[in-house]
């Protein structure tokens, strides 16, 4: 490969991991064709770029970045296929359904999630269980609803109870 083609690579990994603020170190060499097919029709319903990569390459745009990823340097051995996502836990729930099925692989080498890193497959359960900013920002909005409904449900049901006793006092005055 001529030098320019590696630059070409390499600009085009930089420009990927600056488009998606997620990604997922993995290992996929052992899969067969089928497998591979699969795995790549799964990242593109979940909106997943998924990429093959050779480390020496995926080092070398890590390093034109702004940020310390020495953390994932070490990761960056034997065959490394990186999953690219905007919401960080849906490549981890996508590697753990791919194992549900009779699949050993992909297997998590690392991965940089919420400006975070994460080294080793153990990881996988907790990376699945973030969550995502929208669904954050469901919960919030959520929890700031909940005092108001509670609110306007005692004042509704009040309401009758407090006019049934205003006409009350009313007709015995009458």
Request: with cysteine; aromatic share 6%; proline share 2%.
């Given at each position: 490969m001529r030098k320019e083609e590696k630059s070409a690579i390499v600009s085009s990994i930089s420009e990927s991991l600056q488009e998606?603020?997620?990604?997922?170190?993995?290992?996929?060499?052992?899969?067969?064709?089928?497998?591979?097919?699969?795995?790549?029709?799964?990242c593109f319903k979940e909106d997943i770029k998924l990429i093959v990569v050779k480390n020496t390459l995926l080092k070398r745009a890590l390093e034109e970045l702004e940020g310390d990823y020495s953390e994932l340097y070490p990761t960056l051995v034997g065959n490394t296929a990186v999953m690219f996502s905007n919401v960080g836990n849906v490549p981890a729930k996508l590697i753990k359904t791919l194992r549900g099925k009779k699949w050993e692989k992909p297997v998590l080498k690392s991965a940089f999630v919420e400006q975070s890193v994460y080294v080793g497959d153990e990881q996988l359960d907790f990376l699945s269980a973030i969550k995502s900013k929208e669904e954050l920002i469901g919960d919030v909005i959520t929890l700031l609803q909940s005092p108001a409904k509670n609110v306007i449900s005692a004042l509704q049901s009040g309401s009758g109870t407090i006019h049934g006793l205003l006409e009350a006092i009313g007709e015995k005055n009458n």
């Amino acid at each position: 490969m001529r030098k320019e083609e590696k630059s070409a690579i390499v600009s085009s990994i930089s420009e990927s991991l600056q488009e998606y603020g997620h990604f997922y170190l993995t290992d996929i060499a052992s899969l067969d064709a089928n497998a591979t097919s699969d795995l790549r029709r799964s990242c593109f319903k979940e909106d997943i770029k998924l990429i093959v990569v050779k480390n020496t390459l995926l080092k070398r745009a890590l390093e034109e970045l702004e940020g310390d990823y020495s953390e994932l340097y070490p990761t960056l051995v034997g065959n490394t296929a990186v999953m690219f996502s905007n919401v960080g836990n849906v490549p981890a729930k996508l590697i753990k359904t791919l194992r549900g099925k009779k699949w050993e692989k992909p297997v998590l080498k690392s991965a940089f999630v919420e400006q975070s890193v994460y080294v080793g497959d153990e990881q996988l359960d907790f990376l699945s269980a973030i969550k995502s900013k929208e669904e954050l920002i469901g919960d919030v909005i959520t929890l700031l609803q909940s005092p108001a409904k509670n609110v306007i449900s005692a004042l509704q049901s009040g309401s009758g109870t407090i006019h049934g006793l205003l006409e009350a006092i009313g007709e015995k005055n009458n």
